[in-house]
Nanobody, 120 residues
Framework: VQLQASGGGLVQAGGSLRLSCAAS????????MGWYRQAPGKQRELVAD???????NYADSVKGRFTISRDNAKKMVYLQMNSLKPEDTAAYYC???????????????WGQGTQVTVSS
């Protein structure tokens, strides 16, 4: 099972980016998927997550600017980031709670980080 994130980059303040994350491999079921971020010298923090039913949760710092969505059939989660600020600069990691096909247990999986840099 793998999570592959993409879409990071360098953008000016006020700009937009869209992150994508694809889950692949032998997966029985996926529950919540989400995005976390970690800036240098800081702890990893939740940005947004979404359940398989579409319920969403956002960090206060991104409410109204970021939108999380998912495509259950494609096993993908997206993060549309608008009105980006320099303080959004961080490595962004996708996350999924899922059951592998050969297991009856839920596991947390993480994708590799994708860097988002917002210049002022």
């Amino acid at each position: 099972v793998q999570l592959q994130a993409s879409g990071g980059g360098l953008v000016q303040a006020g700009g937009s980016l869209r992150l994508s994350c694809a889950a692949s491999g032998s997966i029985f079921s996926i529950n919540a998927m989400g995005w976390y971020r970690q800036a240098p010298g800081k702890q990893r923090e939740l940005v947004a997550d979404i359940t398989s039913g579409g319920s969403t949760n956002y960090a206060d710092s991104v409410k109204g600017r970021f939108t999380i969505s998912r495509d259950n059939a494609k096993k993908m989660v997206y993060l549309q980031m608008n009105s980006l600020k320099p303080e959004d600069t961080a490595a962004y990691y996708c996350h999924a709670d899922l059951i592998p096909l050969d297991s009856g247990n839920w596991y947390n999986y993480w994708g590799q980080g994708t860097q988002v840099t917002v210049s002022s």
